[in-house]
């Protein structure tokens, strides 16, 4: 009795087992009771029934921790090349022709002016008209306190050009009008001999070398007031007896108080910039002005300094002249005119790309035409305060032309 039951049992797990089985290999469709729960829990059709149903393994994104950098590296090309496919014609170059000595009859010497010199002042002054520079509202000549005497005009003039030396024309405005509206007094030789040095340098502490500035104002009152009766020199061999006073200055000074061109006040662009133009190889203003009064017609002694101040300020400039802007270059008048001399920059473009791929950052490329910039080397020395700091320098009047 016994020995059937379990024989019973044996079958019935037997019969379970062939039944698994055929789930297993798929002939049969799935059985859903108790016994085999746990293996037909397996969705066959994922999402064919909502309960049941899990959802598809989702897709691991890849995150980029950095931002991607594209970089593009593009060369620049000159403006000439993207406006005009057209090849510009080149300007001539000037030739380098100086003023001459011509030997007459009789041992006469005669010196025949630069060719093309008219032209080149008369352009230059055109260009003037159409530039204002510094040294039209704040020049030295203009400075002095039209209120006051004349004689304390004349004054005002002289520590005006003396204040001048090494320092910017805004900033001598700046000092001069300080010493008109605050100097105890008002501003004239007596004030002047009675301030404190301290006091007086407090007023043009803003310009170059003023503490030697304040000693040489200081002896030229006493010097004017002892030996001039009290005003300034009218001549050019008393002015340079002031210290501090050069022949420039005192050629200046006497055009601007007095009235009197006896010669040219030659000032660092005056020598520069006539250099530059072939008129003369001069090495100090003095030679320059030696060489421009053996020809230079006298209706122009006063004027050139003006000229050529405001030329030099404005286009002409010591570091970085603006040929491209010059009549002169556009005519072929200046042996030293530098054209047009375009720079290829290589330039780099980067275009970044966040993670979220919402930032985009792009640097422009920007073409430029670029002047060649020179610094001028040309010596100066004169027996003004402009000599401050400077080493000696052969002091020789004779011109080279
Ligand atoms: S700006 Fe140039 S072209 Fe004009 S005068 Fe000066 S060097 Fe000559």
């Not at 090309?77 to 009859?105: Q, Y």
């Not at 005192?250 to 072939?278: C, K, Q």
């Amino acid at each position: 009795m016994r020995t059937s039951r379990i024989s019973r049992d044996t079958s019935r797990i037997l019969a379970a087992s062939r039944t698994l089985r055929q789930t297993r290999s798929g002939a049969n469709p799935p059985v859903h009771d108790a016994s085999d729960s746990e293996l037909s829990s397996v969705p066959t059709d994922a999402g064919s029934d909502g309960d049941f149903a899990t959802p598809p393994p989702k897709r691991r994104k890849t995150v980029r921790d950095t931002p991607v950098k594209v970089k593009h590296e593009s060369k620049e090309v000159s403006l000439t090349s993207t406006t005009s496919p057209k090849k510009e014609a080149k300007p001539k170059k000037a030739r380098r022709v100086p003023a001459k000595k011509i030997n007459g009859a009789g041992g006469s010497v005669k010196i025949e002016p630069p060719p093309n010199w008219e032209e080149i002042y008369a352009l230059t002054r055109e260009m003037r008209n159409e530039n204002l520079a510094p040294v039209d509202t704040m020049g030295c000549e203009s400075l002095a306190d039209k209120q006051r005497s004349p004689r304390d005009q004349r004054f005002q003039t002289l520590v005006a050009l003396m204040l001048s030396s090494q320092t910017k024309d805004t900033v001598t405005a700046v000092a001069m009008r300080g010493m008109q509206e605050r100097m105890p007094g008002g501003f004239n030789l007596e004030s002047v001999l009675a301030i404190e040095p301290a006091e007086l340098n407090g007023f043009i502490n803003k310009v170059g070398f003023h503490n030697l500035k304040t000693k040489y104002i200081k002896q030229t009152a006493e010097i004017l007031r002892d030996k001039f009766a009290s005003d300034i020199p009218d001549t050019v061999a008393g002015l340079v007896s002031l210290p501090g006073v050069g022949p420039k200055m005192a050629y200046l000074t006497l055009s601007a108080a007095w009235g009197r061109d006896e010669g040219i006040g030659v000032d660092v662009h005056v020598h520069r910039i006539t250099n530059l133009w072939g008129w003369h190889t001069t090495q100090n203003p003095e030679q320059t002005r030696a060489a421009l009064e053996s020809w230079l017609p006298k209706d122009k002694w006063h004027d050139i300094n003006n000229l050529l101040v405001g030329f030099g300020q404005t286009i002409c400039l010591p570091v970085g002249r603006k040929c491209g802007d010059c009549k002169l270059s556009e005519r072929g008048l200046c042996p030293s005119a530098v054209v047009g001399v375009k720079k290829k920059i290589k330039k780099e473009s980067v275009v970044k790309v966040e993670p979220d791929g919402e930032e985009t950052v792009k640097e422009e490329t920007v073409v430029a035409e670029v002047n060649e910039v020179k610094a001028e080397d040309v010596d100066v020395a004169v027996g003004d305060i402009e000599d401050i700091g400077r080493a000696s320098r052969n002091r020789s009047t004779r011109s080279k032309t």
